[in-house]
């Protein structure tokens, strides 16, 4: 039973181009997102996070989208360079992170062409 | 900082035996994770704890999986016996305390990929 679901195992774009990851999540109690990048043989790391109370946060080149009543949340990376290949994750929290559970969505591999 | 380290990195096993596999978090963070990732169900939370004692362990799969930490330097999951569908990716992560704020990031090791023949 996946609370949250990143239904694209994978998205190839071409560099310079706008990348779009989706994430869905069903728990309603879920109230700060995450999304995390992984490359080949290394852990996740922390990327981009936003709070049920915002439905965008900007980092530079990644843009975190929420749609609490659609329960949707999107990544978007402009413009896409080739060091951007690589794994994400979607994360999603509840009582505004602070037990520090995280669920994990199942990934999305993107490929970044030069 | 030396960051989470886990060991060992690869490990290769038969059925039946079994598997522990070793985590050092950061320095001063006060969670400590295990996830499992697989291609099928992505990370999977299996048991955190939180100033070493263990707060949620709704993800452990089966009794055969246990974990410990016995002092705030050190965790341990172990899988006794194993099977070949534990073969997975298993990462360990920690996590400051969230000081009146939002600060749930997490610090994830390397992983160990254990293969169960």
């Known amino acids: 039973d996946q609370q949250v679901k990143q239904n694209s195992p994978s998205l190839s774009v071409q560099e310079g181009r706008i990348s779009i990851l989706n994430c869905d999540y069903t728990n309603s109690m879920f109230d700060y997102f995450l999304w995390y990048k992984k490359y080949p043989a290394e852990g996740p790391t922390f990327l981009i996070s936003?709070?049920?109370?915002?439905d965008k946060n900007e980092d530079g080149r990644f843009t975190v989208f929420l749609n609490k009543s659609a329960k949707h949340l999107s990544l978007h990376i402009v413009p896409s360079q080739p060091g951007d290949s690589a794994v994400y994750f979607c994360a999603a929290s509840a009582f505004s992170g602070n037990t520090g559970k995280l669920i994990f969505g199942q990934g999305t591999t993107l490929q970044v062409k030069p | 900082d030396a960051g989470v380290i886990q060991s060992p990195r690869h490990e290769v096993t038969e059925m039946g035996q079994e598997v522990t596999l070793r985590c050092k978090p950061i320095s001063g963070h006060d969670y400590l994770f295990w996830y499992r990732q697989t291609m099928m169900r992505g990370l999977e939370l299996l048991i955190y704890?939180?100033?070493?004692?263990?707060?949620?362990d709704s993800g452990m799969p089966e009794d055969r999986f246990s974990a410990k930490m016995p002092n705030a330097s050190f965790s341990t999951l172990k899988i006794q016996p194993s099977e070949p569908r534990d073969s997975a990716v298993y990462f360990c992560?920690?996590?400051?305390?969230?000081?009146?704020?939002?600060?749930?990031?997490?610090?994830f090791g390397p992983g160990t990929r254990l293969t169960v023949l």
């Open positions: 704890f939180n100033n070493n004692v263990p707060i949620d």
């Open positions: 992560a920690s996590s400051p305390r969230a000081s009146g704020k939002v600060t749930d990031t997490q610090y």
């Open positions: 936003i709070s049920s109370i915002k």
